[in-house]
C-alpha cells in the first residue's frame, strides 16, 4: 500500500496535521489487519512520524506479523531527491506540517531492518527486506 495512493481514496478527508496524520496510521493499520487476515502479505510505505502510532500498528497487526523498516535517508538528501517539490514549497511556506521541515519526525529507536539510502542500492535494500522476512517466516 502507498501512501500517495490511500491519500487519493481512504483518507482523502485526511490533512498533515498531527491528528491526521495519526488517524492515517491507524486506518492504514486496520487495513492493512484485514488484508493479512485474509491472507495476505502486507507492505506498507507511509511516512509514520510518530513513534506511538508505529507501536500502535505493531500492536493491531500483532509483532510476530509487523517488520518495521526504517528508510534512513538525510533531510538534505530528501530534498535533492524530491521530484514533486514538496520540499520546496514547504521551505518557502506553501506547504504547512511538512515532515521534517515544519513538522517533527521521530526517528525509530530499534526499527526491524534499516535501509541507508545513500550507501545501499535498492537491489540490496530489497535484498534485505526479503531476508529479514524469511527470517522471521513471513514469506
Known amino acids: 500500500m502507498d501512501g500517495d495512493n490511500i491519500r487519493q481514496g481512504l483518507n482523502k478527508d485526511l490533512g498533515f496535521t498531527d491528528a491526521d496524520r495519526v488517524e492515517n496510521i491507524r486506518r492504514i493499520a486496520e487495513v492493512a489487519k484485514l488484508m493479512m487476515d485474509a491472507g495476505m502479505i502486507v507492505i506498507t510505505a507511509f511516512i509514520s512520524p510518530f513513534r506511538r502510532e508505529r507501536q500502535l500498528a505493531r500492536e493491531l497487526v500483532g509483532d510476530e506479523n509487523f517488520v518495521e523498516v526504517f528508510v534512513d535517508t538525510p533531510l538534505d538528501i530528501c530534498e535533492q531527491r524530491d521530484p514533486k517539490g514538496l520540499y520546496r514549497k514547504a521551505r518557502i511556506g506553501q506547504i504547512p506540517n511538512m ?25 540490496t535494500a530489497v535484498e ?3 531476508n529479514s ?6 514469506l
Open 99 to 123: 515532515t521534517g521541515i515544519n513538522s517533527p519526525y521521530e526517528a525509530p529507536e530499534q526499527p526491524d531492518l534499516t535501509v541507508h539510502t545513500t550507501n545501499q542500492s535498492e537491489t
Open 128 to 130: 534485505s527486506l526479503r
Open 133 to 138: 522476512l524469511e527470517e522471521r517466516g513471513l
